[in-house]
């Protein structure tokens, strides 16, 4: 069937309606499964075997559940939707699972009212999302073009309620949000040069305006510029998100306005579409060389999606330190990484909220631009770029996407996909630990940071990106890392080896691999032959660098037991709309690391490698 176009304008809001129906039972099935897998594996649920497949869940005056599952090796049931049988009056609606659930979490009314908010954006968005998806084979889906395979993804794996978006209505969510697969223009401001605090190279050269605007439309930008002020040299020209420059820049920077330091000057340009982050905004008009990153002040997932200015001013500072590393280590070379360099990044910092230190954190995130180098410029012509997100997703069929990019590769035997996920665990998760165990320097290495670029079908390299807030460092001075800008060091986290290697096991196993191995075992790659060819690839990387033996021990990736982060636990009970800082997640109790268990249970198998790398 035809696919909607990236390029039409938003509906009218009575057909927003239509897809409510035809999917609201099967979002709401696979709802509660997620919830009841997710608070499993952060123990807050303890569902009990009844057989082999079978599971029961006691909510005590609410009655029990039942439903098929299999356990995978963190200790996760994985939960049928299908099988999901409520106790006897109770509904199949997410909703009333989650007024169940309050007591155990340790809820009260007003935070489960909170949450009934995201919860019911959320089954909305699924239900788009499902409709999007309606016809469209898993091999159907790899083909279409990168912006257009990420309005189809399901969003962040682990929390619940992945697309609260608190604070967008019908209007704003179908233009802006990536699943309805429309695209906008961006508003343009001119702010006083001597109000603006900048990052990297300045954030109007001919270069970055010239990838967001041809050159009519960069004309008549500068040409409302020079009616609306005396002297335009005196201005830097800056893209706002339109949402966020009708909802909260223009009241809130109403005094700006008044003594003429900011000027808005209209939509011109190219038309944007939204990348699963929702802030980043890739050009679909043309392969433009840049993506463009804006605040938006809506509540998702974890936080406000604003941008912090401390980051964002590091950020030019963090990718240009990261692109040369990338450039100069051998073992990087080996692995193909590229960096997706930040050069520009500004704040307007607000004249009065930036004096008050107490204040909500989201009133200190308002208004940014930062300008990010795009990916589909440097691609050859038979390379194809993926978010590491892809992995995990299925079709309506509940065939793979892995599948389908396995059979693109000729790659559909068992044999043939460990070759392929061994080619995969090497320029994904060596680059990353080897950052870690070299350099002190971490990323959080979720599936929308990540880029996998496959040439031939096959994975190549990987590209990295986001920069702000995502990075850290090890409590202690490498040498390897003696260069790192002090603009870059003053602003970033420092944390000791055994909490800084968390940001690889959670950030990229626990929400990343965890959820591609059910997938690779469709494929006939079990979970744990999965997590055993990633343990091969690492003791290979391992042996090839002898001299880091003793940092390989203080980041061990095989450790028995691992941190685990309880995000929906934390969401659920931390106060949002008034905290003066983003909800930290809660470290508890440690988890069973498959990386481990599968090395005691099975001797090396072979794997492929390639000459020795120096470690100079």
């Known amino acids: 069937m035809p696919r909607p176009s990236m390029m039409h304008a938003a509906p009218e809001m009575a057909t927003l309606d239509a897809c409510l129906a035809p999917h609201w039972g099967a979002a709401n099935r696979a709802l ?37 599952a ?77 912006p257009q395979r990420q309005r189809l993804l399901d969003g962040h794996p682990k929390f619940l309620f992945n697309k609260g978006r608190r604070g967008w209505g019908l209007e704003a969510l179908a233009r802006y949000a990536p699943e309805h697969g429309h695209s906008f223009q961006l508003g343009w401001v001119a702010v006083a040069a001597s109000a603006l ?46 949402w966020q420059w009708q909802r909260w820049l223009a009241p809130l920077h109403a005094g700006d306005i008044a003594h003429g330091r900011l000027h808005y000057l209209g939509e011109f340009g190219d038309r944007y579409a939204p990348q699963q982050s929702l802030r980043t905004l890739t050009n679909v008009s043309r392969r433009a060389s840049h993506d463009i990153k804006l605040p938006l002040t809506i509540m998702n997932t974890s936080c406000y999606r604003g941008i912090p200015g401390r980051y964002l001013l590091a950020g030019p500072a963090a990718s ?23 050069p520009a990044g500004a704040v307007l910092p607000h ?28 691609l050859a012509a038979t390379e194809q770029a993926l978010l590491m997100a892809e992995l995990m997703q299925r079709d309506e069929h509940g065939r793979p996407w ?3 990019y396995l059979r693109a590769a000729g790659a559909e035997s068992p044999a043939a996909a460990e070759r392929w996920l061994t080619r995969l665990f090497e320029v994904t998760v060596v680059p990353m630990w080897h950052l870690i165990c070299r350099y002190g320097v971490s990323l959080i290495a979720h599936g929308q940071n990540l880029t996998l670029i ?6 190549a390299r990987l590209a990295l990106k986001d920069f702000q807030g995502d990075l850290r460092l090890v409590d202690e001075d490498f040498p390897e890392a ?14 000791p080896p055994e909490k800084l290697i968390h940001d690889l096991q959670t950030g990229h196993f626990v929400t990343t691999l965890r959820f591609i191995a059910p997938l690779a075992a469709a494929c006939g790659v079990s979970e744990t032959r999965f997590y055993q060819l990633c343990g091969d690839v690492l003791t290979a990387y391992r042996e090839r660098h002898p001299t880091l033996a003793e940092r390989f021990a203080r980041f061990d990736l095989f450790a028995p037991r691992i941190l685990r982060l309880t995000l929906n636990r934390a969401k659920f009970l931390h106060a949002t709309d008034n905290a003066r800082e983003r909800m930290l997640a809660e470290m508890d109790l440690h988890v069973a690391n498959p990386l481990h268990g599968v090395r005691q249970a099975a001797p090396r198998a072979d794997v492929i490698t390639t000459p020795e790398v120096s470690d100079v």
Request: aromatic letters at 6%.
């Open 32 to 68: 509660i499964a997620k919830m009841i897998g997710e608070l499993s594996y952060e123990r807050i649920l303890a569902p009990l075997g009844d057989d082999d497949s079978g599971y029961r869940l006691d909510l005590n005056e609410h009655g029990s559940w039942h439903f098929s």
């Open 70 to 146: 299999q356990t995978n090796l963190w200790g996760q049931p994985q939960v049928d939707p299908e099988s999901l049988s409520p106790p006897p009056g109770a509904s199949l609606e997410a909703a009333d699972f989650l007024l169940a659930l309050a007591a155990p979490l340790g809820m009260q009314d007003s935070q489960v009212a909170e949450h009934l908010e995201d919860l019911f954006a959320t089954l909305r968005a699924d239900c788009q999302l499902r409709q999007a998806r309606r016809g469209l084979s898993a091999d159907a889906a790899i083909r279409l073009p990168e």
């Open 197 to 242: 605090e900048s990052g990297g190279t300045a954030i109007d050269t001919p270069e970055l305006l010239r990838s967001a605007l041809c050159d009519i439309e960069l004309g008549r930008l500068r040409q409302a510029l020079a009616e609306r002020v005396d002297n335009p040299t005196d201005y830097r020209l800056m893209p706002v998100h339109p």
């Open 320 to 342: 240009a330190w990261l692109k040369r590393r990338a450039q100069e280590d051998a073992e990087f070379a080996r692995a193909g990484l590229e960096i997706l360099a930040e």
């Open 351 to 378: 004249a009065q909220y930036a004096r008050l230190d107490q204040a909500p954190y989201r009133y200190a995130e308002l208004f940014g631009v930062i300008w990010r180098e795009a990916l589909a410029p440097r």
């Open 402 to 404: 892995l599948a389908a």
């Open 454 to 459: 496959l040439r031939d079908g096959w994975p």
């Open 482 to 495: 003696s260069d790192l800008p002090e603009n870059l060091t003053a602003v970033t986290v420092r944390l």
